[in-house]
């Protein structure tokens, strides 16, 4: 049950909006204030993570609402798909050992 | 600008899939007019099997000399303006289709933003051809079956492909491919109208008016017979909702089977990484493109991958769109067992396009297969056997955006364990194929009116109401539905490009996607399909038909 749970909304926080896209070689997110990019999700996330660091500090918890960018998939797909996914990152990271 | 699915109605007037229901939606609406005496449906125009000139002997019936090639379909079935459809004659009914249904693709274009005036270009070269295709495949020579000929008294020695609509299908896709392969030039600009998806999504909204009208068609052919006419019609119906109910075994199937059955292959045999065998896997074994697309976003793969296998797809599609329903048709299971075939090609061909497409070819051939084996006396009602095709891949699609759900879920959280990282399950909606919402509104309207308002046919105010449905319903599901089944092959052959194999990098995707299917999933899927649907039998108009 404990994986059907992760999907529910954390009603707690603030939720801040961006947009996540991918380059060809690098995932990126980005909004009006900040754009940062990585190679993997992991590391895109730890970066975000700093990035709300003053906001976090404050003991406040952060729901980033990342929608992709479906430009990314090619005119002649969009017909098929149209949608690549959509993800919502908790802050802040409960790391494992 | 990023274009991004955020709320649950995105993309409702901006995408091919939601078009093809409002696209569909209106000529059904359009269609049901004619339950109030209105039709404003009947100057579709619809081919017929013709000659240069008529045989001594033969009579204008099935087959017409070519002046007759084409006629409105309202000059035949309309009750209140036969006259007026009638006089449009051949060229004035290609005219009027053409300016009505350019109007109407024109509206989804600009909304789609697309370049209209380029659109608008390709679609005129793209209907235009499709119409002289259309008129060339329903030569005699090719299209004309042994009750054609019969019923048009020619000579009995008469030679004849008889493939049925199928020439006209194989013909467009033939010119789509060739303007494919050796005019790229004039395939990059007709792609802007070269949408199969579109078309195909509208026809099967089209389809859903087919299926709704079959049990109408079949008590008002079977009227003919006496009370026999509402037992036809009420077996029709039970016919399509077991379609509906066994179609249910090939979303377990392609889920279940077919995905670790490929995951594996990829993975043990060829060494595939993780994440690609994931979007093989399901581009292979559940619905092509899409899947190839929602899989690869579950798995938070880069999107590179689900791009090259998806390229993968749409050329295999074709493969298997030329090959199986001949093999099908001839070899296995044959025309002992037409809905086990259907069935099993819904499992087997990967898109949505291809698919209908594959089970519309494979209704022509066994139609016309069996009425020659026969002579003459089985005559299968058309369309039950693509419905049996696209009901099953139907199933498979709509559980898709489920599926890549509880894949994300899996992947996040049990093989990545991404910290922090939540799947909204608004997802499944965004994944979820709308055009199924046209399909089954059309179907179960239809089915409405026969149950309630045609009171199966059984009292003549019932049989009243019915024949005026039979009016709207026959523009649509046949004139329109096939049309846009023409425009499909034809657009199919046109964005298909068969040295995108040769040149893309796919190494050994290639292999797996070959072993994969002809090794694994047609075979499983005929064993599967004949588990599920031996046995079913589309009712014998042989009859009603020929006497």
């Known amino acids: 049950m404990a994986l059907f749970s992760k999907f529910r909304k954390n009603k707690k ?21 900040i754009t940062l990019a ?24 952060i729901n980033v609402f990342m929608s992709f960018n479906n430009e990314v998939i090619p005119m002649w797909i969009r017909p098929y798909m149209n949608h690549y996914f959509n993800r919502i990152l908790e802050l802040p990271l409960q790391y494992q050992s | 600008m990023a274009k991004t699915q955020r709320s649950w109605y995105s993309g409702m007037a901006t995408t091919e899939d939601w078009w093809s229901v409002w696209m569909g939606l209106a000529f059904f609406v359009l269609g049901l007019l004619t339950l109030s005496g209105i039709d404003l449906v009947g100057w579709v125009s619809y081919p017929k099997i013709w000659v240069a000139s008529l045989p001594d002997g033969a009579i204008v019936k099935k ?8 006629y409105a379909l309202g000059g035949k079935y309309s009750l209140t303006s036969k006259a007026f459809y009638k006089a449009l004659g051949p060229i004035g009914s290609i005219l009027v289709t053409y300016v009505v249904f350019t109007i109407a693709t024109s509206i989804g274009a600009y909304f789609q933003k697309w370049n209209v005036k380029r659109f608008l270009a390709g679609w005129t070269i793209i209907f235009f051809l499709t119409y002289l295709v259309w008129f060339i495949g329903h030569n005699a020579f090719f299209a004309a079956s042994a009750v054609d000929l019969k019923k048009s008294h020619f000579p009995v020695d008469t030679f004849t492909l008889s493939l049925g609509g199928g020439a006209s299908f194989i013909l467009a896709l033939i010119v789509g491919l060739v303007i494919g392969n050796f005019f790229k030039p004039l395939a990059r600009y007709l792609s802007e109208a070269a949408k199969p998806e579109w078309y195909i999504k509208t026809a099967i909204v089209f389809l859903g008016v087919k299926v709704g009208y079959l049990p109408i068609k079949a008590v008002l052919t079977g009227a003919k017979l006496g009370a026999h006419g509402a037992e036809i019609g009420q077996q029709m119906a039970h016919l399509t909702f077991e ?3 066994a179609g249910a075994a090939a979303t377990i199937v392609a889920y279940l089977i077919f995905w670790p059955g490929v995951y594996t292959i990829s993975r043990l045999i060829f060494k595939l990484p993780r994440k690609t065998a994931a979007v093989l896997g399901s581009a292979i074994s559940i619905c092509g493109v899409s899947a190839a697309v929602a899989t690869g976003g579950a798995v938070r793969a880069r999107p590179v991958v689900s791009i090259m296998v998806s390229a993968l797809v749409v050329v295999y599609a074709v493969i298997e769109l030329v090959v199986l329903p001949g093999f099908f048709t001839h070899v296995w299971p044959g025309t002992s067992d037409p809905i086990v075939a259907g069935s099993a090609m819904g499992m087997a061909v990967k898109t949505d396009g291809a698919d209908a497409a594959a089970g519309e070819l494979l209704d022509e051939f066994m139609r016309a297969k069996v009425e020659k084996d026969t002579d003459g006396k089985v005559v299968w009602m058309p369309g039950v056997i693509t419905t049996s095709a696209v009901m099953t891949k139907i199933w498979i699609d709509m559980f898709i955006g489920l599926w890549a759900f509880i894949l994300a879920l899996f992947w996040v959280y049990k093989i990545e364990k991404h910290e922090g990282d939540r799947v909204p399950l608004s997802e499944v909606w965004f994944r979820f194929p709308k055009f199924v919402l046209g399909y089954f509104a059309a179907w179960w309207i239809y089915l409405a009116i026969f149950f309630g308002p045609g009171q199966s046919g059984t009292t003549p105010d019932g049989l009243a109401i019915l024949k005026n449905a039979k009016v709207g319903a026959v523009a649509v599901e046949k004139g329109m539905r096939k049309l846009f089944f023409m425009l499909t092959f034809m657009s199919l052959g046109i964005i298909t490009d068969f040295r995108k194999l040769a040149e893309a990098q796919f190494g050994k995707m290639v292999w797996v996607y070959f072993i994969s299917l002809f090794l694994f999933i047609i075979p499983v899927a005929i064993i599967i399909a004949y588990l599920f649907h031996h046995g079913m039998q589309i009712p014998n108009m042989a009859g009603v038909v020929i006497n």
């Open chain 1, 38 to 61: 990585a190679p993997s999700l992991d590391s895109l996330d730890r970066k975000v993570e700093r990035a709300l660091e003053e906001e976090l500090k404050q003991g406040q918890s």
């Open chain 2, 243 to 245: 379609l509906f109910t």
């Open chain 2, 63 to 70: 087959i017409v000399t070519m002046d007759k090639a084409f």
């Open chain 1, 13 to 33: 926080g603030k939720t801040v909006e961006m947009i996540l896209d991918h380059d060809g070689k690098n995932w990126t997110v980005s909004n009006d204030s």
